[in-house]
């Protein structure tokens, strides 16, 4: 059981190249995360998809775009990036478990923009 | 949208002492408050949750409270040891929405 998978682990982009971080989970979770974790700002949330067909912004969308391609997987793509856009990023799916929703966290993709 | 406010960002204490972590939420209708552990280069990973409808909740040396009238919540970690370093985080979500986390809380412990 594999849980929640990330690639790549590592990435370096130059300024205005694009790529996509691609994610899946195995726990056939319903709701899937994008965060993203910077020094001191703690893990802010890009944007989540409560279920398969539906995306919502969260605190911090803009330039990242995500499709939840189906139930297992949910990528985030970065158009054009950008330094600002230098960070750890982290995947996570979630179960409502007795109407609560424990999140799972992949290993983290960290990105470099420079 | 809800606001977590998370204190101290840092926290250092010595080995057996107790640590408290508090956060604040600024939605009422949130109704799930988990608290997670990140050690260096890992992922964080869930150590302790409570719901709205309870007002404390203990496993082993890990407790945390919850005031729903003042809208805070507090992780508590009794005889802490070297293993319990690591950042913390606390986070709230209203039932079938994304969890929203503080800031985190940088905890040394020290032999």
């Known amino acids: 059981n594999a849980g929640v998978t990330q690639t790549p682990k590592f990435q370096v982009l130059k300024t205005g190249q694009s790529m996509t971080l691609q994610c899946a989970q195995d726990m056939n979770h319903n709701s899937m995360y994008w965060y993203r974790q910077d020094p001191g700002m703690g893990l802010r949330l890009i944007y989540y998809?409560?279920?398969?067909?539906?995306?919502d912004k969260g605190e911090v969308p803009n330039g990242y775009n995500v499709s939840r391609l189906n139930k297992r997987e949910f990528s985030l793509r970065l158009e054009s990036a950008a330094p600002s856009q230098t960070s750890v990023y982290f995947c996570a799916s979630s179960t409502l478990r007795g109407g609560d929703t424990e999140a799972f966290f992949g290993q983290g993709t960290r990105l470099t923009v420079v | 949208g809800e606001n977590v406010e998370q204190h101290p960002s840092t926290l250092s204490v010595q080995e057996g002492d107790s640590a408290v972590i508090k956060c604040t939420y600024s939605d009422s209708a949130s109704n799930y408050f988990p608290w997670y552990k990140q050690e260096l280069g890992k992922r964080p990973q869930l150590i302790i949750d409570i719901r709205s409808n309870v007002g404390e909740k203990k496993d082993q040396r890990i407790a945390v409270t919850l005031n729903k009238t003042a809208k805070h919540f507090s992780l508590h970690i009794t005889e802490t040891q070297p293993e319990d370093s690591a950042v913390y985080f606390c986070a709230a979500s209203i039932t079938r929405t994304a969890l929203i986390f503080g800031k985190g809380t940088t905890l040394s412990v020290s032999s």
């Open positions: 998809s409560a279920s398969e067909g539906t995306t």
